[in-house]
């Protein structure tokens, strides 16, 4: 039986595509555009947390900036500012930074002391004890400031028991310092040291105190093992009960969750 002709077009012949013909277009068509789609960056609001501070302060530690993100973000996960300091940098380094999160702006960077018994030029001791003199480590919350015998100051809430819960009765305040000034490393060669308290620069002390407080967190770091394996904020886990564990075979968070170990990674 005959069948019929092709159409013509134009003097030759007007095929009519295949499906399979035009799935092959199609995925021809899909692996051009995958290189430039992949290649789109993303917008600054898809970032996460950790991704978002290193953007804002290119110099600092990505591991410190990575653990102060989990920190707040077991603590607060609304949080508008985030004061971060890096004590296992010298003195005589910029390692304070002030992050704006709300609005994902880089408030301060600026030079920070560290206490008389924590150490010279560089840290190395820390503590939570009444006249010790030292620093103290982990995630603090602000409160109110109030002018005192060392000016402009903010009062800190220390949250993490044993490490810094006695920040206030120790009086560990923020407040503005002569002595922590670029013309005091040039004449002495260090930076000067407070009796535990993060002191900044004076010029920058009152903008910087207003930008923290009330309820904002401040976290400070020293790759202390002891407190790193076991900050309820750097190993913030969910609460699982006993018979969910059971059921699901998760014995291990449960006993990870009751006495706060972890692991720093």
Known sequence: MPTCPPRK??????????PLR????VLAVLAMAAPALASTPSEPG????????ERLA???????????ARAIQCANSGAER?????????????????FDLAHERLLFKELVAHGQGTGQEYARHFSNTPDSHQS?????????????????SLRLEG????????????????HGADYVSEDFIAANGRLGRSWGCPAVPSEVAKPLIDSLEGHQYLFAYYPDQHWLQNSAYLNCLPKVTLNEAIDTGEQAMVNRNTDYQGRDS
Not at 22 to 25: A, F, I, Q
């Open 159 to 174: 949250l993490e028991p044993g490490i810094n819960d006695l920040a206030y009765e120790r009086a560990i305040v923020m």
């Open 58 to 68: 290119p110099g600092a530690s990505p591991k410190v900036l990575k653990l102060a």
């Open 46 to 53: 898809d970032e996460s947390l950790p991704d978002t501070l």
């Open 82 to 98: 985030l004061a971060v300091i890096d004590f296992s940098r010298s003195a005589n380094e910029e390692r304070l930074w002030v």
């Open 9 to 18: 077009r134009n003097g030759r012949h007007a095929l009519t595509p295949s």
């Open 22 to 25: 035009v799935g092959v277009l």
């Open 136 to 152: 103290s480590l982990g995630l603090f919350r602000t409160q109110q400031s109030y002018t005192g015998i060392n000016g402009y």
